[in-house]
Nanobody, 121 residues
Framework: QVQLVESGGGSVQAGGSLRLSCAAS????????MAWFRQASDKEREAVAV???????AYSDPVKGRFTISRHNAENTLYLQMNSLKPEDTAMYYC???????????????WGQGTQVTVSS
């Protein structure tokens, strides 16, 4: 049974930091592309960061330079370090796994349940 369990969300003031974690099980974590998506109220779900099986990373423009995605294959865990948070970063954040490069919601095979991040001004 595949599980992706996010943790680490919460409420912070603008300029603060949070670290999200995603514990994966039930599939070969090291072989999958992993990503973080987010969905704000009344908006579509969007990819913010992806990490390849080999460790290459890519970010969406709004978070580039502020967020860092990483993975610990031995512990089957995905991370998202979020610094210099802004109110517009407020959203539900989802962990996602795909057997091929993740570029859209349709590419994802497995989803976590999400963790809420709220940034106040």
């Amino acid at each position: 049974q595949v599980q992706l369990v996010e943790s680490g969300g919460g409420s912070v003031q603008a300029g603060g930091s949070l670290r999200l974690s995603c514990a994966a099980s039930g599939y070969t974590f090291s072989s999958y592309y992993m990503a973080w998506f987010r969905q704000a109220s009344d908006k579509e779900r969007e990819a913010v960061a992806v990490i390849y099986p080999g460790g290459h990373t890519a970010y969406s423009d709004p978070v580039k330079g502020r967020f860092t995605i990483s993975r610990h294959n031995a512990e089957n865990t995905l991370y998202l370090q979020m610094n210099s948070l802004k109110p517009e970063d407020t959203a539900m954040y989802y962990c996602a796994a795909a057997p091929q490069l993740v570029i859209s919601v349709g590419s994802v095979r497995y989803w976590g349940q999400g963790t809420q991040v709220t940034v106040s001004s």
